[in-house]
């Protein structure tokens, strides 16, 4: 069965502080895709990456880097310098091969304290 | 990218009445999905929408209270029936990018409160 978890349930950082959410994901697939995605306060999601199970190369966007390790089944997301505009509700998400569906984490509520 | 838009954003109804939720695409597509955010919970998938077939309903979701519609590649519809104050709910339409590119893009959400 596919599962992610997302150990942290709330995390709260002052202004600046780097800050990383962890992502544990079970599959049985051998290709697979994982994501990222944010839900500030007014609701809507936001897509922030895709890394298929091929790809272990790390990737950074300005200040946010994700950390896929295939070995320990994880996906980290890290945010430097967090910005009170960080505050958000961050999900890690699985899909499968057939990409007929996605999974989602239970989510981590980060709170950037100005 | 996709541009999706859902109506209504948000309702408030009665126990036992039904509601209807537009979701529109501004590309053609294969595959709808639509998902339920419960209060402070995570993302449910209720079902999936290809055009031309049934949709594909998840573990715990049935056609009976959640029936869906997809007459074309750019539009779908979800019906919440017979409503209790536990189908109170964020509502979210899906598809994936148009591109193949396994992105997906998500609506605004219709907020739904069951009184």
């Known amino acids: 069965a596919q599962k992610v978890t997302q150990a942290q349930t709330e995390i709260s950082v002052v202004e600046k502080e780097d800050v990383t959410l962890d992502c544990v994901y079970e599959t049985r697939d051998t290709t697979y895709y994982l994501f990222w995605y944010k839900q500030p306060p007014s609701g809507e999601l936001v897509f922030l990456i895709r890394r298929n199970s091929f790809d272990e190369q790390n990737e950074i966007s300005g200040r946010y880097s994700w950390n896929f390790q295939k070995s320990t089944s994880s996906f980290n997301f890290t945010i430097t310098a967090s910005q009170v505009v960080d505050s958000a509700v961050y999900f890690c998400?699985?899909?499968?091969?057939?990409?007929?569906?996605?999974?989602f984490g239970p989510g981590t509520s980060l709170s950037v304290i100005p | 990218s996709a541009v999706i838009s859902q109506k209504p954003s948000r309702d408030i109804c009665q126990r036992g009445t039904s509601l209807t939720i537009q979701c529109q695409v501004d590309?053609?597509?294969?595959?709808m999905f639509w998902y339920r955010q419960q209060p402070g919970q995570s993302l449910t998938l209720i079902a999936t929408a290809n055009q031309g077939s049934e949709a594909t309903y998840e573990s715990g979701f049935v056609i009976d209270k959640f029936p869906i519609s997809r007459p074309n590649l750019t539009f779908s519809t979800l019906t919440v029936s017979n409503m209790s104050p536990e189908d109170s709910s964020i509502y979210l339409c899906?598809?994936?990018?148009?591109?193949?590119?396994?992105?997906?893009?998500f609506g605004p959400g219709t907020r739904l409160t069951v009184t």
């Open positions: 899906s598809v994936e990018g148009g591109d193949r590119s396994y992105e997906q893009y």
């Open positions: 590309s053609q597509v294969t595959m």
């Open positions: 998400a699985l899909g499968g091969t057939s990409y007929d569906k996605v999974i």
